[in-house]
């Protein structure tokens, strides 16, 4: 694999001649990775920096994925407007946990190091962090976009969000890093890791970003937390789906980035489809792929429902509350599911429904169909 094909679709590789020269040191590179375990899941956004960091294991470096358990506690403040809300310790230690297996279907798991943050910020004495906080001044912080943004409204910033950036440079420091990836959202934070390690007295690593895969709404980045994101593990029919969703002038960039290809030519539509065709093949292989455009044309397309539909349990109690028997089956808010009955998108046995409470014996072994892919078989408890 080429110089080019390593920073192939990437944003900033710094300095310049930065990774030349590391390439030229004979020896296999450390290219560090940082993950949040805020969530569980990995979402094909993510993906594209966890390719970057595949093709430098296919060229013989090692990859360095290190798992934030420590920072997760601070919060990354990175593009917020307000401090992170932080999660109890048992969430990020699971979440920690699900997010590294499901990297090993892009990373070698043979060809990678997997470190816990924890292991030595956890260790840092108070003279050590002080030490720590004397590598980078007030002023040069508050360069940062998001943190001069909330200075400027007078918008709170907490003194552990400050340290956040300086955290996740002493990584650097720790794993001894060569290289460090991470999408262009993460520049200043990579860019602080250089300045650290510089006062260390440790080679200064060089700093590769790729691209923010824009979400399904077409124009916020992807993320779990706003809801418009595709999971690598999500089911194909979901998968499926959720790419036909997207805006049209989505597509040349979910082409690249989701899937590694150039765009097709021609009407939106079927470069839609063969996208979403790329993308549950690429997770799930060609046989879901098949089943689940099947499924989008009967669902979605034609109207129909799905062969194979769940049952679920109606809540006690007649008539039943629709938008709790509707919370129940598919994971929304009440709130969400009165919005939903209210817009005419809910439906029982192909009916628009648009009463709130409902007798009981109306809804039994019927099926429940909410927006166009959600569908569910009412039953009585056992």
Same mark, same amino acid.
């Given at each position: 694999m080429s110089l080019e094909s390593l920073i192939r679709n990437a944003v900033d590789v710094l300095p310049a001649g930065g990774l030349e020269a590391k390439l030229k040191l004979g020896r296999p590179l450390r290219v560090k990775l940082g993950i949040d375990p805020?969530?569980?899941?990995?979402?094909?956004?993510?993906?594209?920096?966890?390719?970057?960091?595949?093709?430098?294991?296919?060229e013989g470096h090692t990859a360095v994925l290190i798992v934030g358990d420590y920072t997760a506690r601070i919060g990354d403040p990175s593009g917020r407007t307000k401090e992170r809300p932080v999660l109890a310790d048992d969430v990020l230690d699971r979440n920690a946990k699900l997010f590294a297996a499901q990297a090993f279907k892009i990373l070698d798991r043979d060809r990678t190091e997997i470190r816990f943050n924890s292991e030595w910020l956890g260790k840092l004495s108070y003279a050590e962090v002080v030490?720590?906080?004397?590598?980078?001044?007030?002023?040069?912080?508050?360069?940062?976009?998001?943190?001069?943004?909330?200075?400027?409204?007078?918008?709170?910033?907490?003194?552990?969000?400050?340290?956040?950036?300086?955290?996740?440079?002493?990584?650097?420091?720790?794993?001894?890093a060569d290289v460090e990836l991470g999408g262009t959202d993460q520049l200043y934070n990579l860019l602080a890791g250089r300045d650290v390690m510089e006062q260390y007295g440790i080679p200064a690593q060089v700093v590769l970003t790729t691209p923010l895969?824009?979400?399904?709404?077409?124009?916020? =980045?992807?993320?779990?937390s706003r809801g418009n994101y595709v999971g690598i593990d999500d089911p194909p029919e979901e998968q499926f789906g959720k790419t036909m969703s997207?805006?049209?002038?989505?597509l040349p960039q979910w082409w690249r980035l989701a899937a590694d290809a150039e765009p097709l030519e021609g009407e939106p539509m079927a470069?839609?489809?063969?996208?979403?065709?790329?993308?549950?093949?690429?997770?799930?292989?060609?046989?879901?792929?098949?089943?689940?455009?099947?499924?989008?044309?009967?669902?979605?397309?034609?109207?129909?429902?799905p062969d194979d539909i769940p049952e679920t349990v109606l809540p006690v109690g007649d008539p039943v509350h629709l938008p709790a028997a509707l919370a129940a089956a598919f994971g929304l808010s009440t709130s969400e599911a009165r919005?939903?009955?209210?817009?005419g998108g809910v439906k029982l046995d192909g009916e628009v429904v648009s009463g709130l409470d409902h007798a009981r014996g109306q809804l039994v072994?019927?099926?429940?169909?909410?927006? =166009?892919?959600?569908?569910?078989?009412?039953?009585e408890p056992v």
């Open positions: 805020t969530g569980p899941d990995i979402h094909i956004g993510f993906a594209v920096v966890l390719e970057k960091l595949a093709a430098f294991q296919s030490r720590l906080t004397r590598t980078m001044t007030v002023a040069r912080l508050l360069e940062r976009d998001d943190f001069a943004k909330r200075f400027g409204m007078r918008e709170p910033i907490s003194l552990s969000e400050l340290l956040y950036p300086l955290m996740q440079a002493y990584d650097s420091v720790a794993v001894e895969l824009v979400g399904t709404d077409g124009s916020e =980045k992807m993320s779990k997207i805006p049209d002038g989505a470069s839609k489809l063969a996208l979403a065709r790329e993308i549950v093949t690429r997770w799930h292989g060609p046989g879901a792929a098949t089943g689940a455009e099947a499924h989008f044309t009967r669902v979605v397309r034609e109207g129909g429902a919005r939903l009955i209210s817009q072994g019927k099926t429940i169909q909410a927006g =166009k892919r959600r569908f569910a078989r009412f039953r």
